[in-house]
């Protein structure tokens, strides 16, 4: 139980994770500066994960958000995230005890609905469909879509599970 594995629904080819590697590649030049896009993506376009933020819930404004510096860190801790996942996609072992702490601390320790973390993933490819332009190919972002399908379905699976370490 909770092994990432691609006898799920997906797997990662070899061409899969070429594409999210070169995407990668332009959007973590920027860790803090895109980090931050992100998570103001996500506050605006759901407004209701600001909640799970105590600093962030009273930011109301587009200029608040973009000012503000913890955003700023909490979209590069995303990203760095993101970037050790990157890292290790031949190395599922190792994704799963980075998204085990990941969904641990959320579930346990912040209170954040498994949800939240669809919404993150689809801002994300909105995002760098925006950002990218032609760049972000169909087959790039098909890539990506597959990676969040998998980082979604192990997240689940440690939320679902009190057992796992």
Same mark, same amino acid.
């Given at each position: 139980?909770?092994?990432?594995?691609?006898?799920?629904?997906?797997?990662?080819?070899?061409?899969?994770?070429?594409?999210?590697?070169?995407?990668?590649?332009?959007?973590?030049?920027?860790?803090?500066?895109?980090?931050?896009?992100?998570?103001?993506?996500?506050?605006?376009?759901?407004?209701?994960?600001?909640?799970?933020?105590?600093?962030?819930?009273?930011?109301?404004?587009?200029?608040?958000?973009?000012?503000?510096?913890?955003?700023?860190?909490?979209?590069?801790?995303?990203?760095?995230?993101?970037?050790?996942?990157?890292?290790?996609?031949?190395?599922?072992?190792?994704?799963?005890?980075?998204?085990?702490?990941?969904?641990?601390?959320?579930?346990?320790?912040?209170?954040?609905?498994?949800?939240? +973390?669809? #919404? /993150?993933?689809?801002?994300?490819?909105? =995002? *760098?469909?925006?950002?990218?332009? $032609?760049?972000?190919?169909?087959?790039?972002?098909?890539?990506?879509?597959?990676? +969040?399908? #998998? /980082?979604?379905?192990?997240?689940?699976? =440690? *939320?679902?599970?009190?057992?796992? $370490?």
């Amino acid at each position: 139980a909770g092994v990432l594995s691609a006898s799920a629904m997906v797997t990662l080819t070899a061409e899969d994770k070429n594409n999210i590697r070169h995407v990668w590649g332009m959007v973590y030049k920027d860790p803090e500066g895109n980090g931050a896009v992100v998570v103001i993506r996500l506050f605006t376009d759901h407004p209701e994960t600001k909640q799970y933020f105590k600093r962030f819930k009273n930011l109301d404004t587009l200029e608040q958000m973009q000012t503000n510096p913890r955003i700023k860190l909490h979209g590069k801790r995303v990203m760095n995230t993101l970037n050790q996942v990157i890292d290790n996609l031949d190395d599922w072992a190792a994704v799963k005890e980075i998204l085990t702490a990941l969904a641990e601390r959320h579930r346990d320790v912040h209170k954040i609905h498994i949800h939240n +973390f669809k #919404l /993150l993933f689809d801002v994300i490819i909105k =995002v *760098y469909g925006e950002a990218l332009g $032609p760049a972000f190919t169909d087959a790039a972002c098909e890539s990506w879509s597959k990676v +969040f399908q #998998l /980082l979604y379905s192990f997240l689940q699976s =440690v *939320y679902t599970s009190r057992t796992e $370490p």
